[in-house]
């Protein structure tokens, strides 16, 4: 998958931003604050997916601005598409999404289309910092594959909502406990549906990671990565999760119920799983040295593009923001070399000392690509 035109207006502080990315390596370099993080943003926005900085919809627009627009043309191995997003204060959450000039209802019917990952900064902490990240990254990663698969978490997350509530008034007294039932059931049912998926996905994540892993360390480590749930023993080989899987599921909230109701939040569940890492069988969050920890989430983010890559039949498009500066020149290599035969931008503040064949260069200055 290749971007062949960006048109950018509006969006945040970009102004008649026109460019036509090479199909290899494209180096968007400028002084700080200038809107090459914006350029990414606004090209990960079109795949579908919110913005990784939690920008509000209130902010796409230039502050002193009236309108923003986002357009971009791409190509798979079938055929070239074309992506507009644009949205108008006062009503700025009222988006026009179009694909091929076909009106969509909202920025994440888009998903599914144009296939990005993106890594930044905060990526590198993802095998060091809280669970929260790895399931999300997991599910982001299940959802590019699976596109249903976010709807089911969003569900998940309701119905999760709704029975915490409802554990709280059975505590002050204004709702009966059976009236958690129909919450239980609807959880379960989705819990061992996402337990199953996020099982497999980490399964062939590991198979990546621990190839790319033995890379990077030059064989001196042997990674693992595995899925830790908090409902089920054993996922291997298990498929049933309308049926067994979700009534296992179901027996452990009954059996956990004594505490949810003490703490008023459901215990156990899928919103408590984790991916974990080993090390020559040591824990890499705990065990691990800083370096250590950046390599897991390296590979990890590799293994997210191979696998898109894998089970789509296409390449997805690459975007770093500023996150070469931050490794040494050994992982700098090693992740270039990796990634090298997909499209990539590339955002750091220095202009490159040479060009090479392999890439184009844009510099952002004020909001404009110079
Ligand atoms: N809604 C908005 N309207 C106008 N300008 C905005 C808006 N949101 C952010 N900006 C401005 O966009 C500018 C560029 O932001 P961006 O994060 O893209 O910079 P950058 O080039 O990536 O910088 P750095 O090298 O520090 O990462 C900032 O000055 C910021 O104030
Ligand atoms: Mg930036």
């Not at 144009?114 to 999300?136: A, M, Y």
């Not at 039932?181 to 990671?209: C, H, P």
């Not at 974990?276 to 969050?285: G, Q």
């Not at 390296?298 to 923001?321: C, G, H, N, R």
Request: charged share 30%; hydrophobic share 35%.
């Amino acid at each position: 998958m290749k971007i062949n035109s960006i048109k950018i207006n509006g969006y945040k502080n970009l102004r008649n931003v026109e460019i036509e990315p090479f199909e290899k390596t494209n180096i968007i370099f400028g002084d700080n604050a200038q809107g090459k993080t914006n350029l990414i943003e606004a090209i990960w926005i079109s795949s579908g997916v919110k913005s990784f900085r939690g920008t509000r919809d209130r902010d796409f627009v230039d502050i002193n601005g009236e309108r923003a627009e986002i357009e971009v043309t791409f190509e798979n191995s079938f055929r070239t598409q074309t992506i507009k997003i644009a949205c108008a204060r006062p009503n700025v959450r009222e988006k026009s999404v179009t694909l091929n000039g076909v009106k969509l209802g909202s920025v994440s019917k888009l998903f599914g289309n144009l296939n990005c990952v993106v890594f930044t900064p905060e990526d590198l902490e993802l095998s060091k910092g809280s669970p929260d990240n790895r399931r999300s990254f997991v599910d982001l990663s299940v959802s590019q594959i699976k596109n249903s698969y976010s709807s089911v978490i969003s569900k998940y997350d309701n119905i999760l909502q709704q029975r915490n509530t409802l554990l709280k008034n059975i505590n002050y007294g204004s709702s009966k406990k059976d009236e958690l039932e129909v919450w239980d059931i609807q959880l379960a049912r989705l819990g061992a549906y996402i337990s199953m998926l996020r099982y497999n996905y980490v399964k062939k994540l590991n198979s990546f990671t621990k190839k790319l892993y033995n890379q990077i360390s030059s064989g001196r480590e042997e990674l693992e990565l595995f899925y830790n749930s908090s409902v089920f023993k054993d996922l291997e080989g298990e498929e049933d999760f309308n049926g067994k899987m979700a009534e296992e599921y179901l027996d452990l909230l009954k059996s956990t119920l004594y505490e949810d109701l003490k703490f008023g939040f459901t215990q156990k569940g899928v919103h408590r799983d984790d991916v974990i890492s080993t090390l020559d069988k040591l824990n890499t969050r705990e065990f691990g040295s800083q370096g250590q920890n950046r390599s897991v989430a390296l590979v990890m983010k590799l293994a997210q593009a191979y696998i898109l890559f894998e089970e789509t039949d296409e390449e997805p498009v690459i975007l770093l923001d500023d996150v070469l500066s931050e490794l040494d020149a050994g992982r700098q290599e090693f992740v270039k070399s990796k990634i090298e035969n997909f499209q990539i931008f590339i955002t750091c503040c220095e202009k490159p000392n040479h060009k090479t064949d392999n890439q184009k260069l844009f510099e952002v200055k004020s909001g404009h690509i110079l």
